[in-house]
């Protein structure tokens, strides 16, 4: 037995010799393997990773006012918020050349999540698109900005964008866009795009992601015409663009027709009619002071928009941009029409804005910007003065009809890495009505007023990479 168990051992070592030889042979050739993809691809495809980590803290000591007899939280207690949700991580891929074009990727993501739908902290899509280049021409195809009203001039100056909402600061969705320059400093673009949102939880592929805006069966159009050069100067990246810009799409509102109870009709169907969504804008950007030799030290610029827009859809804010409704009949306007009555009117009001800004560099690495915005949407009293079917409160109570802003700030750069910023911002608004119980339409002097007035301090920081 002995000999046997010796004689079994001895048999076992070249075995254990071999297995080790084989997960050797194994374990290199896998990661041979991964060399040579990552070889390849770092060859083949030039991938870049960028980005910024970016810490923000904002206390406000103030909000809505309240009215009458009733204090308004908000507006008697200040907040204090920090945040690095703003942080943004984003991939640059170039690839092969196609069709005599030069090809490249960006996706790019942040931790805000409000667009996605995600909650904060969760990182989600801001952009993912693919672009060819010829010499004059440009195919994008993917998820990126649209070019109505959108002029980042303010982009990382201003501590807190998410306040700028209410002045197309810019919405990305999925598009087809061509541009073509031509005469050398003129450029057009045309682009089909999505009608509506397609991010969030209830944004799944077809089954879900339907509303009255995909139901028209059409995308939106936009179309651009910009003047851009460089022989006046530049601040920075930015040089002289001057563009007019517009989009069109439709909106189909479908009304349930009924005959008997509503709980428990006797006849069911559906009506429809079309309402149109348009928009148009003309932003700028003026280096009223350029730049010397490489230096920002005294230059001075200015930038801004002017747009309007009936029934925007995605385009603009849905907390600040009125959707199209139906003309109250002494009920709800969402409350279903009796068959025998023709479908309603559908309004959609119009939005009137502007936003302007001013930046001074009082160095090549400290300069102050300031910041005014204007917003109004045009409502009718059907719109502001519908109540509830019980009659019991405003509908469109916390609509807002007018926004004001005013912000400046100081932003120092330590180096080409590394900013921090402070500003001052003061907001005024003023709502569709008072947010109340009524009487029969007659407003109880309690609850929230119209008005409200707001005064934000902030600090923030950015770590380019």
């Known amino acids: 037995m002995r000999n ?54 904002d206390y406000r000591n103030s909000g809505r006012h309240g009215f009458g007899n009733v204090e308004s939280l908000a507006d ?6 920090t945040s690095s949700t703003g942080t943004r991580l984003n991939f640059l891929s170039r690839g092969p050349d196609a069709w005599d074009a030069r090809t490249y990727a960006f996706v790019e993501g942040d931790f805000v999540g409000t667009f996605a739908g995600s909650g904060r902290g969760t990182f989600a899509l801001r952009h993912a698109f693919m672009s060819l280049d010829w010499a004059n ?17 303010y982009a990382n100056m201003i501590v807190s964008g998410q306040d700028l909402s209410p002045f197309i600061k810019g919405f990305r969705q999925p598009m087809v866009r061509i541009e073509r320059k031509f ?8 682009a089909v795009m999505s009608p509506t949102n397609t991010l969030g939880s209830n944004r799944r592929f077809i089954s879900e992601g339907v509303d009255s805006f995909t ?5 939106f159009y936009e179309l651009s015409l910009g003047w851009s050069t460089d022989s006046l100067g530049k ?51 003026i280096p009223v002071i350029p730049e010397s030799q490489g230096s920002k030290a005294g230059a001075l610029s200015l930038s801004g928009v002017l747009f309007t827009a009936q029934n925007p859809s995605w385009l603009q804010s849905r907390t600040y941009a009125v959707s199209s409704y139906s003309r109250p009949r002494g009920t709800s306007p969402a409350a279903p029409q009796p068959a025998t009555d023709p479908l309603p009117d559908f309004v959609a009001p119009r939005m009137y804005g502007l936003w302007g800004q001013i930046t001074y560099f009082l160095t090549d690495s400290l300069f102050v910007n300031g910041w005014y915005g204007y917003l109004r949407n045009d409502l009718g009293k059907d719109f502001t003065g519908a109540l509830s079917p019980s009659g019991a409160r405003f509908i469109h109570a916390n609509t807002p009809q007018n926004v004001t802003q005013y912000i400046v700030s100081l932003c120092y750069d330590l180096n080409q890495a590394v900013r921090f910023g402070a500003e001052y911002a003061y907001f005024v608004s003023r709502y569709a009505n008072y947010g109340t119980v009524t009487s029969g339409g007659t407003v109880i002097p309690n609850g929230l007023s119209k008005d409200a007035t707001q005064q934000a ?6 770590y380019f990479f």
Not at 33 to 54: E, I, Q
């Open 4 to 57: 046997l168990r010796t004689c079994s051992a001895t048999k076992r070592e070249p075995l254990s010799q071999i297995h080790r030889v084989l997960f050797f042979l194994f374990i290199m050739s896998a990661l041979s393997a991964s060399a040579s993809f990552a070889g390849t691809a770092g060859s083949r495809w030039d991938l870049t990773v960028g980005g910024y980590v970016k810490y923000e803290l």
């Open 76 to 81: 008697k207690y200040g907040t204090l918020y």
């Open 137 to 153: 021409t440009r195919l994008v195809v993917g998820h990126t900005f649209q070019k109505w009203g959108f002029l980042p001039s």
């Open 235 to 285: 601040v920075g990246a930015w040089k002289t663009i001057l563009s007019l810009e517009g989009f069109y799409g439709r909106e189909k509102q479908v009304v349930t027709l009924f005959t008997g109870p509503s709980a428990s009709p006797t006849s069911l169907s559906y009506g429809d009619k079309d309402v149109n969504s348009w928009g148009l804008s003309f932003k700028g950007f």
């Open 215 to 219: 139901l028209s069966g059409m995308p």
């Open 183 to 190: 005469r050398r400093d003129w450029n057009l673009s045309f």
């Open 457 to 462: 301090f902030r600090v923030g920081g950015w």
